[in-house]
């Protein structure tokens, strides 16, 4: 009786209606690589170029797996020295892009002359409002990062935040 109960129930449900429509914004989440290593410059060098590969998309996909339609949108890139330099008041200009096998490159967070430097992080603001999912949505993403100033003529460390906020739904039908 239960069961046929529990079926009529089912039958009974008004149509165009969803069993579940959850929305979610995630208000800044971010990418982290650890540990880049940076080189120490020349005497009198004023640029730098540093490039990796981010592999570790899982967390990206499993939002992303919920909605085809999410909006993710770059926010800030937050870069910390973790060894070998104190600061980053060097630091003139930087940018950082991001590229896949598939895409070009896209010039996601920059600063010229405006980049905010405290203690030993460096925050660059977003430089697009681009939806940055077709660029999250493959298996790695290349990030090449560009400084101007007066480099460190001593080798050092640092840690990449790139973050971003995201707008996702999932609704079940019956």
Known sequence: MLKYSALVG????????PLLDVETDVQEACLTYKNVHVEAAPAGQTDLTQ?????DLGPVHALLDLDDGANVHFVSAKITAVDGITSFEFVHSAHVGMSSDTLPELRVYDC??????????????????????D?????????????TGSMPN??????VDMCFDA???YKLEP
């Open 10 to 17: 089912l039958a009974l449900l008004p149509t165009g209606c």
């Open 51 to 55: 490039a990796f590969a981010f592999d």
């Open 112 to 133: 010229t002359d405006d980049c905010v430097s405290a203690d030993d992080t460096l925050s660059i603001p977003t430089a697009v409002q681009d939806n940055a999912l």
């Open 135 to 147: 660029y999250l949505r493959g298996d790695s993403v290349m990030v090449d990062m560009a400084f």
């Open 154 to 159: 001593t080798s050092w460390t640092m840690n």
């Open 167 to 169: 707008q996702a739904g």
